[in-house]
């Protein structure tokens, strides 16, 4: 299911494009989205948005990846600024290979990582190839 059958107050349903999306979108309308690579290979889809509580910003996505039927399924928190709306397809993109995304750190649903510690966070930065907001001067 994507962002437009999510929708349930219609903000994407303008036929002149007014409405907030795609530049500005209910966060509700992208869980469950799917995560695509560039190779169009399907790296699973979105579980979670996790919002920076301190600054209000999204810090990452939470993805899912393998298993079946939610047994075996690994999660993965991406750092949002890794991944790119398709507004074509109605998907994320995301530039990582899938053998890549399935030797990337993740967890499973019992046990999830101290997302607000820095050390954690600056290791899947530097996986996905992202900067923390904290490095990056505000505007």
């Keep these: 299911m994507n962002y437009q059958e999510r929708d349930n107050y219609g903000m994407y349903?303008?036929?002149r494009g007014d409405g907030p999306g795609p530049a500005l979108m209910g966060a509700n309308t992208l869980v469950g989205n799917d995560v695509y690579n560039q190779q169009d290979e399907d790296l699973g889809d979105v579980k979670e948005i996790m919002l920076d509580m301190s600054t209000g910003r999204v810090s990452y996505a939470v993805l899912s990846f393998g298993?079946?039927?939610g047994?075996?399924?690994k999660l993965f928190a991406v750092p949002?600024?890794?991944l790119t709306l398709d507004t074509v397809n109605?998907?994320?993109t995301l530039n990582v290979q899938k053998d890549?995304?399935?030797d990337a750190p993740g967890f499973d649903k019992d046990h999830w990582p101290d997302m607000s510690d820095q050390t954690w966070a600056k290791g899947i930065h530097d996986y996905y190839g992202?900067?923390?907001?904290s490095t990056i001067?505000?505007?």
């Excluded at 992202?130 to 907001?133: L, M, Q």
């Design 137 to 139: 001067a505000s505007i």
């Design 71 to 73: 047994m075996g399924e």
């Design 80 to 82: 949002w600024d890794a």
């Design 100 to 102: 890549k995304l399935a």
């Design 67 to 69: 298993g079946f039927l």
């Design 90 to 92: 109605k998907r994320f």
């Design 130 to 133: 992202t900067k923390p907001y």
């Design 13 to 15: 349903k303008g036929t």
